[in-house]
């Protein structure tokens, strides 16, 4: 077959649905729910309505297309997302404990409201990554890179890797950090949240810091690598200034617990 199906309106599909090739489901602003898998050999475009990816989900040989604020929700296996739009809309994992498929995303979103979404890949967002409350992303031994904001209420453990936030970054879960590196670009604060060290890892911060939260002082190294940057009023372990210029101003009492650098 060929040619391209439109919803309707929104669609239920009590088992598996199948595109096969040169074939597009076309869901403009109508609901498609799939209790079973999903199999895309061709081409399912999404405006501003939701995907509903209950199964297994596989687009290996297919295309997922959003032309707008839509968004594709998948709560099972992910073989494949396919050649995947990284200008518009948001992916979800809504599972509980899943693979975040390796991919190049626009808006990201580790939800369900529990569980661990550990990533089976480099993973780079283009615009936002969101985790929700009692949510957990595990970087594993690969690298996240968010270009816009990133809002974690749940958790998001570092191991031995790097975690580059380039956005405004709003902290009211935890980030774990081992050996690994979280490089933050943009703006930080983590006012209700919480920096736990666990072994020898970085945390390098190069805009305002309005709060570090809760902040391990038993592990770890904090460095203000920007230019001219206010240091946040805290209790470190190993505290750095760095990025070869600019002056550094306390913005209240430090303390350093292990080493000035």
Known sequence: GSGTKTLGGDVTVANDLTIDPVVTIAMDANNLTVAGDTDINGTVTISTATLDADGTFDATS?????????????????????????????????????TVFSDDYYN????????????????????????????????????????????????????GNTLTLDGVNDIDGIITISTGTVDANGAFDATDGTITFTDAGDLNLSSVV????????????????????????????????????????????????????
């Open 62 to 98: 297919g295309n997922v297309t959003f032309s707008d604020d839509g968004n594709l929700l998948v709560a099972g296996d992910v073989e494949s997302l396919g050649i995947l739009s990284d200008n518009f809309g948001t992916v979800t994992y809504d599972g509980v404990d899943q």
């Open 108 to 159: 990201l979103t580790a939800g369900g409201g529990s569980g661990t979404k550990t990533l089976g890949g480099g993973v780079t967002v283009a615009n936002d990554l969101t985790i929700d409350t009692d949510v957990t992303i595990a970087m594993d031994t690969h690298p996240l890179t968010v270009t816009n904001a990133t809002d974690i209420d749940g958790t998001l453990a570092v191991a």
């Open 210 to 261: 309005t709060d570090l939260g809760t902040l391990s002082t038993t592990n770890g190294t904090v460095t203000y690598d920007g230019i001219d940057q206010t240091v946040f009023l805290d209790t470190y372990y190993n505290l750095t200034a760095g990025g070869g210029s600019g002056t550094k101003t306390l913005g209240g009492d430090v303390t350093v617990a292990n080493d000035l650098t």
